[in-house]
């Protein structure tokens, strides 16, 4: 039997008849931009979100530029954000005409490392973007008191984390501005591109609408120059229709994860790391795992509520990930590198890197993650296949 690190078709056509049915309605509506089905859409979300405001998008990536753009961030300006991400967190940086500047990650819960961010405060920051990576809350304590003290937005890139806790708040909302992802391997995944935007500012959901929309209001009056970042309304009504779900979703993945904790640390050689609240902001240097240790399991920390974009392992050892990898691989079993260059190596920020300047963890987080299937519908099974191949390759 085959796993495959993602099965779209079994959730979206556990709801055919009612997706059917949203398609039907917004065709038979004649309006295809904008309008009741984005707004009522939007209204759910924000409801969900426990969020003031939230604006649909046209993807994550372009709700990380309609952020930067309402903040009015721009040339001469730097962000700082973490180095171990999904390239859009930096790219829309740069795209706003910024300098993004990259932070090293913890080992351990693969986010900002907050006190390597901190060094690299300089007049010039003008906002932080931490990233909620694989569905875990970044340290939001750290990240807030850090740009309070200087007056700073906070840009939360939550675009594989939507509805996960910290500390019991939603992510999102406790920035700025908060950014969801509805790519089709995100938790909410839509039919194509679309995203969301998020902030309890009244001020600044006003400017972001405007800018969503050309920078025009009332239209053919353009205060601002914005662009097209439009949600459609067929995925509005498509997503109206999976957002009720998301919750039993989310358990799934839940469920899934922790079915996977158990079985893989009962293999020899394999650990999870027990993170203490502190561990996050001091995770430089070595490891506080075993040192016979092969493979390092994701470990939540207890203050979080984990959603599980992303099931992500360490493989310890040169060229290890690569051989876990190909092993998973002759088995029919799905896995990808989240993500194989960490940003400050990426040819196109080059210039943005100053000379010499050194992540470590970033790069080491490049050369050992793993991310093995986690999605809602896997099957038992289907998870046991994977437990006895990795139990196979620790063993060999
Ligand atoms: C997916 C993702 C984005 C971009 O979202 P799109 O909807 O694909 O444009 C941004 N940041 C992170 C961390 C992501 O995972």
């Given at each position: 039997?085959?796993?495959?690190?993602?099965?779209?078709?079994?959730?979206?056509?556990?709801?055919?008849?009612?997706?059917?049915?949203?398609?039907?309605?917004?065709?038979?509506?004649?309006?295809?931009?904008?309008?009741?089905?984005?707004?009522?859409?939007?209204?759910?979300?924000?409801?969900?979100?426990?969020?003031?405001?939230?604006?649909?998008?046209?993807?994550?990536?372009?709700?990380?530029?309609?952020?930067?753009?309402?903040?009015?961030?721009?040339?001469?300006?730097?962000?700082?954000?973490?180095?171990?991400?999904?390239?859009?967190?930096?790219?829309?940086?740069?795209?706003?005409?910024?300098?993004?500047?990259?932070?090293?990650?913890?080992?351990?819960?693969?986010?900002?490392?907050?006190?390597?961010?901190?060094?690299?405060?300089?007049?010039?920051?003008?906002?932080?973007?931490?990233?909620?990576?694989?569905?875990?809350?970044?340290?939001?304590?750290?990240?807030?008191?850090?740009?309070?003290?200087?007056?700073?937005?906070?840009?939360?890139?939550?675009?594989?984390?939507?509805?996960?806790?910290?500390?019991?708040?939603?992510?999102?909302?406790?920035?700025?501005?908060?950014?969801?992802?509805?790519?089709?391997?995100?938790?909410?995944g839509g039919f194509g591109d679309g995203g969301i935007v998020v902030t309890n500012d009244d001020d600044l959901a006003a400017r972001a609408r405007m800018l969503r929309a050309h920078g025009a209001k009332p239209k053919y009056f353009h205060k601002f120059v914005g662009g097209n970042f439009r949600l459609d309304p067929l995925q509005a009504a498509l997503l109206s229709v999976k957002l009720p779900h998301y919750e039993e979703y989310t358990a799934r993945r839940r469920a899934n994860a922790s079915y996977y904790s158990q079985r893989l640390a009962r293999i020899p050689g394999v650990t999870a790391a027990s993170l203490s609240e502190s561990r996050c902001l001091r995770s430089k240097g070595g490891d506080a795992i075993p040192a016979d240790a092969r493979i390092v399991l994701p470990s939540p920390y207890a203050h979080n509520t984990h959603i599980w974009n992303q099931y992500t392992l360490r493989v310890l050892g040169k060229g290890k990930r690569d051989e876990l990898r190909a092993l998973l691989t002759a088995k029919k079993i799905g896995s990808e590198v989240y993500y194989p260059v960490p940003m400050h190596r990426q040819e196109c920020f080059a210039r943005y890197v100053p000379e010499g300047s050194s992540l470590p963890n970033a790069e080491r987080l490049s050369n050992e993650c793993l991310s093995i299937p986690i999605f809602p519908e896997l099957e038992r099974s289907q998870q046991d296949e994977v437990v006895a191949a990795i139990a196979e390759f620790v063993q060999a």
């Open positions: 039997m085959s796993v495959p690190l993602l099965d779209l078709n079994r959730q979206n056509l556990a709801l055919e008849g009612e997706l059917r049915g949203a398609f039907e309605r917004v065709l038979h509506s004649g309006q295809f931009i904008l309008g009741p089905e984005v707004q009522g859409f939007e209204e759910k979300v924000a409801a969900f979100c426990g969020v003031r405001h939230a604006i649909g998008v046209s993807s994550g990536t372009d709700g990380i530029l309609l952020a930067l753009m309402s903040l009015g961030i721009g040339v001469g300006d730097e962000v700082i954000c973490p180095s171990f991400t999904f390239f859009a967190t930096a790219g829309c940086i740069a795209r706003a005409g910024a300098v993004p500047v990259f932070a090293d990650s913890c080992l351990y819960c693969f986010n900002m490392d907050v006190e390597d961010a901190k060094r690299r405060l300089t007049p010039r920051t003008k906002a932080i973007m931490p990233v909620h990576l694989f569905g875990q809350a970044a340290e939001m304590d750290a990240v807030m008191s850090m740009a309070e003290r200087r007056a700073l937005p906070v840009i939360e890139d939550a675009a594989q984390s939507m509805a996960a806790l910290y500390k019991g708040r939603q992510v999102g909302g406790i920035g700025t501005f908060g950014i969801f992802s509805l790519f089709p391997s995100k938790n909410l």
